[in-house]
Every structure is written in C-alpha cells, then in structure tokens.
C-alpha cells in the first residue's frame, strides 16, 4: 500500500534533517542512480566534467598574478570557483528541474524517502564530481605550477564543502524559477556572471568603486575562494602569506559571509523551491 503523498508546500522541505543509517542508504541509493542517469547525458556529463576546465583555459591566456598570489595559483583556485558554479550549481538546476517536470520527485515524496534525502540524494554525483575535479586541481598544480603544499588543509577542505552546501541551496532554488532544462540556461545566468565577475577571477575589482567592490565581496563565490586561497597558499594577494595559525585570523570575515549565504540558500529554498510540474 502506496504511502499518502506528502504536503507540496515549501515549509515541509526540512521536516527531517537528521541522516541515520538507513536515511544514507537511501541518500546512497538515489546517488547511485542519479550518477548512472548523468552518466547517460553526453551534454550534462560534457557540462560537468570538461566546461570548468575549458573556461578556466580561456581566462588563462590573460590572468596575471594579484599581489601575492600568482598566476598558477589565480589559476588553481579559480578552477575550484567554476567547479561549483558548472558542476554543482548549472548541473543541478537541470537535474532538479528535469527531475521535477518528469514527476520523479513528485512520486519520491509519496514514500518514506525525506524532503532533506531527495534533494541531498540527487545532489550526490554533483558534489562527488566536484570534490573529484578539486583533488585533481591540488595535484596537478602542485606538479605543473609548483604551488606549494596548502599551508592549513582543513580551511581548504572546509571552504570546499561549505561552498558546495550553498551552490546546492542555490540550484535547488533557482530551479523553482526554470520551467524547462532549456531555459537554465538564462535563469542560471545571473549567478554565473555575477559570481565570475565578483570573485575576480575575470579581472581585478581593485579599480571599480568602493561601494561596488564590497558589494562583490558579498556575493555567494568570493568568500569561498579567498577561504581556498587562505587555505592554500596563507593569502588572498592583498597580505604576506600567514602561516597554518595565522590564516585563521583573516578567515572569520568570508567564513561569516558563507554563514549568510548558507542561511539564505535554506530559507530560498524552502521558499522557491517546486516539487510538482510547472506544465
């Protein structure tokens, strides 16, 4: 016997948040199933795996040092940036939107699987993908840059997973406002653009205006990449590198600022966020 159909509205997203065994193995399973499905789509896995690398490739050819962060590391932890934005966020304003407008998470809610287990479960291979891409930046630019070892680990770690948690609040909202696979294009834009241009990977914010410089810097990327360059290389270009210890003094500001957005994304999404058709 089918399950009575949980409540559509948004204010029942989080009824349960507390993962035990048996809510992982269900997270596990939908993962496993999402990844086959990504898998499967030649223009999502292309989207996913090689659409980060090549706009990083393209912003090469003009990026130079700022500061005391180098070219190699510009590039390094501007490749962490288009991770989240391609990998989790884009990639996952499709998956939400094709999932919701195929009924699949529609029918997921009439059994015992939770709100919090569905969209966590069908973020798995997207945050899977991206910590993969993330190992693989630290090794290669250790080997062909020869950026040193990250001078505290953990921050690094920790703005990595932060920043996904809130690149995965921002898709599963943003996707309320996209009624087809084809339209994220436009709607995911915004973001896109806006978190390129304030994190300052497309060129420095120095010259711009007081007012729209810190404006930047409240965006959702910023505070994540100067937490990953802190955590790799003890600076974000303005200050001598610090050491493991030192770093942890400049932190508190983008931690705070990521802290915001994790709030907001919660509160988005539980807003915006659609579990039934928009056709």
């Known amino acids: 016997m089918t399950a009575p159909a949980k409540a559509t509205s948004g204010g029942g997203l989080v009824r349960r948040l507390g993962f035990g065994r048996a809510s992982l193995r269900r997270i596990g399973a939908l993962g496993r199933a999402e990844l086959v499905l990504l898998l499967r789509n030649r223009t999502a896995a292309t989207t996913a795996l090689l659409l980060p690398l090549a706009t990083v490739g393209l912003f090469s050819t003009f990026l130079s040092g700022d500061g005391h962060v180098s070219t190699g590391a510009l590039l390094a932890t501007g490749m962490f940036g288009f991770v ?132 930047f810097q409240m965006l959702p990327l910023t505070p994540v990449l100067e937490l990953v360059r802190l955590g790799w290389v003890g600076t974000t270009g303005a200050e001598a590198p610090r050491d493991f210890v030192g770093v942890l003094a400049e932190a508190g500001r983008p931690a705070l600022i990521i802290l915001l957005w994790l709030a907001v994304g919660v509160s988005a999404t539980r807003r915006w966020f659609r579990w039934d058709t928009r056709r």
Do not use: W
């Open 84 to 215: 989240l934005l391609y990998v989790v966020y884009y990639n996952l304003v499709t998956t939400y939107v094709a999932r919701r407008e195929e009924r699949v998470l529609k029918r997921l809610r009439t059994g015992v699987v939770t709100d919090g287990e569905i969209l966590v479960g069908t973020a798995v291979p997207a945050l899977v993908l991206a910590l993969a891409q993330v190992v693989l930046t630290v090794v290669a630019a250790t080997v062909f840059f020869d950026l040193p070892v990250p001078v505290n680990l953990p921050l690094l770690l920790v703005a990595v997973l932060a920043g996904g948690a809130v690149f995965v609040l921002l898709a599963a909202a943003s996707s309320g406002f996209t009624r087809t696979v084809e339209t994220a294009q436009i709607t995911t834009m915004p973001v896109l653009i806006l978190s390129m241009i304030g994190s300052g990977f497309t060129g420095s914010v120095d010259s711009l205006p007081d007012g729209v410089a810190r404006l």
